[in-house]
């Protein structure tokens, strides 16, 4: 059977841009790495899940393909543990607190697409059972009341992230434990130390290790194997190899997932993000001084594979961008003559193929751009006809449903629009005095009247 391709997308562990087929079935299973819940998500977590965010959007909206979009939340870890012993509190307490300060700041960032979210530790049996299969096959062993992957027993080991694992160096970020037999074996169950969270298994009271938890999750929703995997960067290595190795050792099947999909890196100032640095920022300390929108856009105005610069500049760039389309939708709006020249259907397939093309939003927004400039010229002369602004209207709408980068647009309350009528009556009379009393009335209530040459416009402050 040959496969509809529907749109090309970069995959890590080919290293190249591919067409994006659709199974048989129509439907394609996604899994994206979710946070460990030890702290508020801060934006380069933002970064990561408005891009997925997006990209389903886009794909169920525009390409109507039928996304099982599933998200794991690290809820046992060794952060969680440090982080609820520093504040004399249960591990539990302190992982459910902050998974649903997770789940707020994707609310209030707009982010809606994750159809399933799974804690780790609602898939102990699972896990457990992956462990002791792992066992049998001769790719894991037990020591101390632990289980290691036995990294030398996969040959393949190294394969997302190309690299050998001969060449493998010390040092990279491994666990560091005792009984291993090899430095890159990585823990698929740790024995417990006196007070931690544990659970009851064959080699005596424990707790998962990190990568077998998503293999565990993604068993039991998607089966053996998936269509795409999802994730930061930096999870390529050791994380998302891992996980290849333990669920292809499972099954004797490979890929895991036939497409890695991997965001780049958010800088500030050009410099990596950290709590030593302290340039860490939440995304509810952004959100105190700049909307859910300008985030979006700043994150969709370059391409996800790159590094994005986070900056006092580029958030200015983000906001004034947004109020430039913003601004221009409410010119539309008011858009009168009959007869146009302009062939805006072309802006909008070169919207929509840049996005096709890798989802390369940066290159989509400047054909929307372009857009913008060639019809408010032909505003300006009175040369676009009402129902081409009303299906440019409707273009940006479709394009904003998906994107989510405009400003909500808030209906003008009848108390505005009745004192913005007295305002204009003033006027009309010469009563400066008046219509400028109203005026500032009108500003109190957070409302704002512009007179313009087609009469006074109402806009939310
Ligand atoms: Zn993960």
């Known amino acids: 059977m040959k496969l509809k391709a529907v749109m090309k997308i970069y995959n890590t562990l080919t290293s190249k841009k591919e067409d994006l087929k659709i199974p048989p079935s129509g439907e394609i299973n996604l899994f994206v790495c979710g946070p460990t819940v030890y702290d508020y998500s801060h934006i380069g977590h933002a970064r990561t899940y408005i891009f997925f965010d997006t990209l389903v959007k886009f794909m169920r909206k525009r390409l109507s393909i039928k996304i099982n979009y599933l998200q794991n939340i690290t809820n046992i870890d060794d952060k969680i543990i440090k982080r609820s012993a520093e504040e004399n509190k249960n591990p539990q307490e302190v992982a459910d607190f902050f998974e649903k300060e997770y789940i707020n700041d994707m609310n209030s960032l707009g982010v809606s697409a994750v ?24 790719f894991a062993y037990s020591a101390d009341g632990s289980v290691y992957f036995d990294v030398r027993k996969f040959p393949e080991y190294g394969k997302l992230s190309h690299q050998k694992i001969e060449e493998l160096k010390e040092g990279v970020r491994v666990d560091v434990e005792v009984g ?3 430095f890159a074996d990585f823990a698929l169950w740790k024995a417990s130390k006196p007070g931690e969270p544990k659970w009851d298994s064959p080699w005596g009271e424990g707790r998962p290790g990190w990568h077998i938890e998503d293999t565990a999750i993604t068993e039991k929703h998607f089966g053996l194997r998936y269509n795409i995997h999802g994730g930061g960067l930096d999870l390529i290595f050791p994380h998302h190899e891992a996980e290849i190795a333990q669920m292809e050792a499972i099954s004797g099947l490979s890929p895991l997932a036939e497409v890695w999909i991997h965001t780049g890196m958010l800088l500030v100032d050009g410099e990596k993000m950290s709590k030593s640095l302290g340039n860490f920022i939440t995304i509810r300390e ?107 209207i409707d273009f940006i709408d479709e394009v904003n449903d998906i994107l989510n980068i405009l400003p909500k647009e808030e209906s003008i309350p009848p108390e505005i629009t009745a004192l913005a009528a007295d305002r204009e009556k003033a006027r009309t009379n010469k009563d400066f005095e008046l219509s400028d009393k109203i005026r500032n009335q009108i500003k109190e209530l957070g409302w704002e009247v512009e007179d313009t040459p087609k009469g006074p416009r109402t806009t939310k402050l």
């Open 115 to 138: 159809d399933t979210y799974a804690p780790a530790t609602n898939y102990i049996p699972e896990i457990i059972s992956q462990v002791e299969r792992l066992i049998k096959k001769g």
């Open 180 to 182: 291993k037999k090899f």
């Open 286 to 392: 952004f959100l105190k001084e700049n909307s859910p929108q300008v985030l979006r856009y700043m994150v969709l105005s370059q391409h996800y594979r790159t590094g994005l610069d986070f900056s006092k500049k580029t958030i200015q760039m983000a906001s004034s961008s947004i109020n430039r389309i913003a601004d221009f939708k409410q010119r539309l709006k008011e858009v009168t003559a009959q007869s146009s020249h302009l062939p805006w259907e072309d802006f909008a397939k070169t919207f929509w193929h840049e996005l096709a093309d890798d989802f390369n939003t940066p290159k989509a927004l400047a054909s929307l751009f372009e857009l913008v400039t060639e019809t408010n010229k032909l505003i300006d002369t009175n040369n676009l006809s009402q129902s081409d602004a009303q299906k440019i």
